[in-house]
T-cell receptor
Framework: GNSVTQMEGPVTLSEEAFLTINCTYT??????LFWYVQYPGEGLQLLLK?????DKGSNKGFEATYRKETTSFHLEKGSVQVSDSAVYFC??????????FGTGTRLTIIP | EAGVAQSPRYKIIEKRQSVAFWCNPI?????LYWYQQILGQGPKLLIQ????????DSQLPKDRFSAERLKGVDSTLKIQPAKLEDSAVYLC?????????????FGPGTRLTVT
């Protein structure tokens, strides 16, 4: 079946550091890929998406590129802020099937 | 535009008791989802409604979980009787277009603790 494997957390970084959260997937076809973010006390929000190979999703300074050859969708940000502290979920959807989420990565940014 | 509303936000019950969660989706959203998020795991879809009909309930433990969306608007998820392993956050989400999952809007969740 389809699955998503995320970098295990927690991840702790200093403000302005470079961020990478790894995400790889297994799917029987070519899924759409997503990053969701969950801020403390809030519901999940879509952060960015990519629907086909080589697409780059971007939002709020975060980027992720759909790499078919490595089945990856790593999340990056050049300079993190304290307000980026949250839990980040990688997810995929294939056709009309349901969203499949990774286990989440907790990110803490220290001032 | 008001977001997805859920209540209660927190609930503590003893095993074998029953509990119900309520969700009010964004106005006009025909599709409603209930997810279970166990600590350290990603959300898992329990049930998906399109208006008041069930689209997917393949991962709903039907011996103890039930859900309804009688008027195609708000929804209730019930657990009876609860087990310790039901401790989780229960998320409700809604969308206007089930074919575009990035349009799912999530509520803040209900954190259930079963003791």
């Amino acid at each position: 079946g389809n699955s998503v494997t995320q970098m295990e957390g927690p991840v702790t970084l200093s403000e302005e550091a470079f961020l990478t959260i790894n995400c790889t997937y297994t799917a029987t076809g070519y899924p759409s890929l997503f990053w969701y973010v969950q801020y403390p006390g809030e519901g999940l929000q879509l952060l960015l998406k990519a629907t086909k190979a080589d697409d780059k999703g971007s939002n709020k300074g975060f980027e992720a590129t759909y790499r078919k050859e490595t089945t990856s969708f790593h999340l990056e940000k050049g300079s993190v802020q304290v307000s980026d502290s949250a839990v980040y979920f990688c997810a995929l959807k294939l056709g009309n099937e349901k969203l499949t989420f990774g286990t989440g990565t907790r990110l803490t940014i220290i001032p | 535009e008001a977001g997805v509303a859920q209540s209660p936000r927190y609930k503590i019950i003893e095993k074998r008791q029953s509990v119900a969660f309520w969700c009010n989706p964004i106005s006009g959203h025909a599709t409603l989802y209930w997810y279970q998020q166990i600590l350290g795991q990603g959300p898992k879809l329990l049930i998906q409604f399109q208006n008041n009909g069930v689209v997917d309930d393949s991962q709903l433990p039907k011996d103890r979980f039930s859900a309804e969306r009688l008027k195609g608007v708000d929804s209730t998820l019930k657990i009876q009787p609860a087990k310790l392993e039901d401790s989780a956050v229960y998320l409700c989400a809604s969308s206007s277009n089930p074919g575009q999952p990035y349009e799912q809007y999530f509520g803040p969740g209900t954190r259930l603790t079963v003791t």
